[in-house]
């Protein structure tokens, strides 16, 4: 099974799509550019393993923003119902559009929360967030929507930046970064033992839970987002050496503490 991340950057991409030709030889040459979301994927892909995947012919991706994800299922499991939603109307768009553009008609896309998807109670095989919950309120994250549109059987995966944070670097080189972490992010309440028993609570089994993105990953991220601060040559520059970061940070799978918290649940028996 071919899981490949960000193929579609450079037609998603606001900065890319302005410049087409240089684009294609930048992605040719540097492959993915943002290094945070390289990390997610990367954390994504690997999560992957942990799923029956064999089984899976019904997706939602709660949360979709710009659809990468979305379309990185769609392409890896062909015979699977992938559906993109999300409460942005632009991005949803943009995702059916490019959808639409690069045939994938097993990609279907829906604007508004889970709760206005009609007639899919026991619908889906696997229900997927990247980085969504913690811009929700506590209370109002839809463990119990997912849970409903869920069969029996099937799975959640939850992925949140932990609520205890590493840093290396001065903070105050990411003073703009923090201010904007206090407006977005209100429900960054959880460590991993918070939202494995959330995850409990809402009926499912815990099938898997780990943290994510130790310090070789920061060190990556900080060099990544300093380095485009700083312009777009600093940013491709610094692109190599701030990938091998991240991926050296995934030799130490079993690491006791890290930025990211992920679990995955199965749903429970009726």
């Not at 890319?16 to 997610?40: S, W």
């Not at 869920?150 to 201010?179: A, C, R, S, V, Y």
């Amino acid at each position: 099974m071919n899981i490949v991340f960000g193929r579609m950057q450079d037609q998603m991409s606001g900065r890319m799509k302005k410049y087409p030709t240089l684009a294609r030889v930048i992605k040719r040459i540097f492959g993915y550019t943002l290094v945070g979301n390289y990390a997610r994927a990367l954390t994504f892909k690997q999560l992957l393993e942990q799923l029956p995947l064999d089984k899976i012919r019904a997706v939602l991706d709660l949360g979709c923003g710009y659809g990468e994800y979305s379309f990185m299922m769609a392409e890896a499991f062909p015979n699977a119902q992938v559906t993109a939603l999300d409460i942005n109307a632009g991005s949803v768009q943009d995702i059916e559009r490019l959808a639409r553009k690069n045939g994938f008609k097993n990609l279907e896309t829906h604007i508004g929360t889970i709760d206005t998807l009609e007639e899919r109670s026991g619908f889906y095989d696997f229900v997927f967030s990247v980085d969504v919950f913690e811009h929700i309120k506590e209370a109002e994250m839809p463990f119990k929507q997912a849970h409903e549109k869920l069969k029996t059987g099937g799975h959640l995966l939850i992925k949140i930046p932990n609520k205890d944070q590493l840093t290396i670097l001065p903070e105050d080189w990411f003073e703009d970064h923090h201010h904007w972490l206090e407006d977005e992010h209100i429900g960054q309440v959880y460590d991993l033992e918070g939202l494995s028993k959330r995850m409990q609570q809402e009926g499912f089994d815990v099938v898997y839970a780990a943290y994510g993105d130790g310090w070789w990953s920061r060190l990556g991220w900080e060099l990544g987002y300093l380095s485009h601060k700083a312009g777009p040559v600093w940013q491709l520059l610094c692109l190599p050496l701030a990938k091998l970061m991240v991926r050296i940070d995934f030799l130490f799978r079993h690491r006791k503490k890290g930025n990211t918290i992920q679990v995955i649940g199965r749903k429970r028996g009726e």
